[in-house]
Nanobody, 125 residues
């Protein structure tokens, strides 16, 4: 059974930083692109960032470009999201997911088939 578990969320002041982790079990993520998404109350789940299986290519939503960095450690079967210069509008539940199409990077949540339960990030002003 494949499990994806996010961690590292919490409460932080505006301008602060957090590092989220996403650990997978039950399968290796080394052959798959990975993605991070977030969902704020009353809003749809939105794309944040994606990374290829080697980590050589990344792609970000405009809203986080230059502030967030996605990375991965395939030996640990883990993906990370470093979040700097956090803003109150970054408040959301953050999810990571495994691509269902191998190394295909996408901002479309329909192209991911294994999701975690999410980790709450709250940014106070």
């Amino acid at each position: 059974q494949v499990q994806v578990v996010e961690s590292g969320g919490g409460l932080v002041q505006a301008g602060g930083s957090l590092r989220l982790s996403c650990a997978a079990s039950g399968r290796t993520i080394g052959n798959s692109a990975m993605g991070w998404f977030r969902q704020a109350p009353g809003k749809e789940r939105e794309f944040i960032a994606t990374i290829t299986r080697s980590g050589g290519s990344t792609y970000y939503a405009d809203s986080v470009k230059g502030r967030f960095t996605i990375s991965r450690d395939n030996a640990k079967n883990t993906v990370y999201l470093q979040m700097n210069s956090l803003k109150p509008e970054d408040t959301a539940v953050y999810y990571c997911a495994i691509s269902r199409y191998g190394n295909f990077m996408s901002a479309d949540r329909g192209t991911y088939n294994y999701w975690g339960q999410g980790t709450q990030v709250t940014v106070s002003s």
